[in-house]
Structure formats: structure tokens, C-alpha cells
């Protein structure tokens, strides 16, 4: 496929067989409080979606867990027929239960099922990258992911996924996964104060594998923002969009997937993302997660 023209922030990186933009959207904001039920505004959700590809972005994050089903039917309605250019990136492995809870479901028949209703949710006939979620919402946790890469890289020989990706993953089983099946990213929390995938991002950019992180300004203590604070009052800008900034600039695999429920705010990341740091300021900031 043909790279596609952006003007956004970080160029392209190639996506198994797919150019997409660096700079991203995730679409988890877009539901209700706690991520369930509907958004609060219906049509601003709409507006998003629409001007972020507009915009050019390329590539958008989303899962069925989130609403559940809300945030696919919102991509759905605001963009299908999809643009040709269009990556939609989605992830397996988490139910939600009415408490706001999300409960894992892995097993081979959990993880069909949830294919099978992103697909129709979705509207397409194959999905672009299904990422294999493990771990808990305090983070990665020790345990075999090969089971799950198996039943997912069945669907794949059958034609519903076109692409694996893993999420909320140790190195470990990054590497077992790898074992299984060929993956195109991996999707784990990381930013200027957590650095736990330093090592990681290094040696899947030297095999072209794109990381995607999430919670890109999550987990600053108050000491730990004070370089922050400093480097973003010293280029007049949000520490937003040093954090973004210094993500893109930290390795050329990194896709951004910052969400937002405005179309104000979508603007202002990709104002922000566009900050060039100097090579002072990024070695302040790297004094934060070291």
C-alpha cells in the first residue's frame, strides 16, 4: 500500500502491510464515565472522529471492551465506508461487567467471540490488528500467552485478522508470542516516568515492530513533574505536549494514540506533539523515570 501524504506530527511508519501516521487517535475516551455506556455528547464523539481523519491521522486505537461495543459503533457510524487509508487497530482479551470491572476472557471461545463481534460492530470483513491483551489493570503480569496467540493466529489463517499485535505484555511473552505468530506491535503503558520498556522499544525497532504507548502522561509525582514543568514553562508549552513530543522523539517505531472526546483538544495534541526538544531539554527530561 501507497505511504499516504501527512502533515502530522512523526511522519509514517510502516504497519505489516500498511503506512500509518505516527501520530494516532484512540478512541477509549469516546464512552461513557468509567468507559461505559454511551458518550455524554453523541454528535462532539461524531465530530472527533470525523476531524481526526480529516486531519490525516491514519490510525485509530479501540477495543469492544470499551463501552462495551460503544466506542466501534461510534467509528462505525462516523466513518464507514472506511477510508482506504484507514487503520483500525483493536484488542481481545478483557470483558466488561456492569460494575466497570474488566474481568479477562481468554479462552479460545472468549477470544472468537469477541472477534467475531468486533467484526460485525465494526462493519468489515477482516479486522487490521487484533492486539492479545493480557495482564491486569496494575499492569503486565507472568503467564502464557501462547495459548491465545494460537487461537488468534487461527483466525487469522482464516482471514478475519490481518495483523497480530500483543498488549499489556512482559518481554517475555513478547518473545513467546513471537514464537507463535508473526506481530506487527506491542501496546504497554509507558512515558517519561515509566521507563520499564526502555530495552524493549530498542530491540523491536531494530525488527521494524512499531510500540504503541498508552497513559502517555500517567504517574508523575510531584518531584518527578517538577523537570516537566520546567522544560514546558521554558518552550511555553503544556506538559502535554512535552510528553507527547518527547514520545515521538524517543524512538521512530513509537505510535501515539492520545485520545480525547473534543475536537479543541485533539488540535492542541497535535499542536503540542509537533514541539522540537533540544537535546538539553530531552536530557532533562530523562532524568524523570531514571
Not at 500509518?20 to 455524554?40: D, E, I, K, N, S
Not at 469477541?114 to 490488528?129: F, I, P, R, S
Not at 531494530?206 to 521554558?234: H, K, T
Request: hydrophobic share 45%; aromatic share 6%.
Amino acid at each position: 500500500m501507497s505511504t499516504v501524504p501527512t502533515t502530522l506530527p512523526g511522519g509514517t511508519w510502516r504497519l505489516g502491510d500498511h503506512d500509518v501516521t505516527r501520530f494516532g487517535y484512540g478512541a477509549m475516551q469516546l464512552a461513557g464515565p468509567g468507559v461505559m455506556g454511551p458518550p455524554a455528547d453523541h454528535d462532539g464523539a461524531i465530530a472527533v472522529l470525523r476531524e481526526a481523519v480529516e486531519q490525516g491521522i491514519t490510525h485509530i486505537d479501540t477495543s469492544i471492551a470499551y463501552g462495551p461495543r460503544v466506542t466501534n459503533e461510534l467509528i462505525r457510524e462516523a466513518l464507514h465506508p472506511y477510508p482506504e487509508s484507514l487503520f483500525i487497530a483493536t484488542k481481545v482479551g478483557a470483558e466488561r461487567d456492569w460494575q466497570g470491572n474488566w474481568p479477562t476472557a481468554r479462552k479460545p471461545e472468549d477470544l472468537r467471540a469477541q472477534v467475531h463481534e468486533t467484526l460485525e460492530t465494526l462493519w468489515v470483513e477482516t479486522l487490521d490488528v487484533v492486539n492479545m491483551r493480557m495482564g491486569d489493570a496494575n499492569g503486565p503480569q507472568p503467564g502464557s500467552i501462547a495459548e491465545a496467540m494460537d487461537t488468534l493466529a487461527g483466525l487469522q489463517q482464516e482471514g478475519l485478522i490481518r495483523h497480530l499485535g500483543v498488549s499489556n505484555v512482559t518481554a517475555e511473552q513478547v518473545a513467546e508470542a513471537r514464537e507463535v505468530a508473526a506481530i506487527v506491535c506491542v501496546q504497554n503503558m509507558y512515558n517519561l516516568a515509566h521507563r520499564h520498556d526502555d530495552e524493549l522499544i530498542d530491540r523491536l525497532a531494530a525488527d521494524g515492530i512499531a510500540y504503541v504507548p498508552f497513559f502517555p502522561l500517567g504517574g508523575f509525582s510531584p518531584l518527578q513533574s517538577e523537570a516537566l514543568s520546567a522544560v514546558a514553562g521554558r518552550l511555553d508549552a503544556t506538559p502535554m505536549a512535552v510528553a507527547l513530543a518527547w514520545l515521538l522523539q524517543r524512538s521512530p517505531n513509537i505510535l501515539l494514540i492520545p485520545g480525547t472526546s473534543k475536537v479543541a483538544h485533539l488540535h492542541e495534541n497535535i499542536a503540542g506533539a509537533r514541539l522540537a526538544l533540544s537535546a538539553e531539554d530531552v536530557a532533562e527530561l530523562d532524568t524523570i523515570g531514571r
